[in-house]
C-alpha cells in the first residue's frame, strides 16, 4: 500500500490549507483513514480520522477550524484546515488503517507564520 498526499505549504495565521492523500496497491477494504502530525521536537498526534461509516474523530485543538472527508471510490482522503494557527506548524502524515494493519505516507510540511 502506498499514500502520496499533497498540499502542504507556508501559509500566514489565520489562512487555509488542503491536504489530500491518495491511496493506492493492495487495498482490499479501508477501516479508516486520518491524518497525524508532528511539530519540531513533539510526539506524532492524531489531527482528524474518519472511518467508512462517515464517522469523524477530531483533535480538540482543530475542532471547528478542520474538516476531513474521505472517498472510498478513489480511496482518498482529504483534510480540510481553515484558520490556521502557529502552532499548526508540523509535519502531516497520512494513515490507513486496513484489516489490523496501519499504513503511513511520507508526510508533508506545513508552516504556519505569524
Known amino acids: 500500500v502506498q499514500l502520496q498526499a499533497s498540499g502542504g505549504g507556508l501559509v500566514q495565521s489565520g489562512g487555509s490549507l488542503r491536504l489530500s492523500c491518495v491511496a493506492s496497491?493492495?487495498?482490499?477494504?479501508?477501516?479508516?483513514m486520518g491524518w497525524y502530525r508532528q511539530a519540531p521536537g513533539g510526539q506524532r498526534e492524531l489531527v482528524a480520522t474518519?472511518?467508512?461509516?462517515?464517522?469523524?474523530n477530531f483533535a480538540d485543538s482543530v475542532k471547528g477550524r478542520f474538516t476531513i472527508s474521505s472517498t472510498s471510490v478513489r480511496s482518498s482522503v482529504t483534510l480540510q484546515m481553515n484558520s490556521l494557527e502557529p502552532e499548526d506548524t508540523a509535519v502531516y502524515y497520512c494513515?490507513?488503517?486496513?484489516?489490523?494493519?496501519?499504513?503511513w505516507g511520507k508526510g508533508t510540511q506545513v508552516t504556519v507564520s505569524s
Open positions: 494513515n490507513v488503517l486496513s484489516y489490523g494493519m496501519y499504513y
Open positions: 496497491g493492495r487495498i482490499r477494504s479501508i477501516d479508516r
Open positions: 474518519i472511518d467508512r461509516a462517515g464517522v469523524t
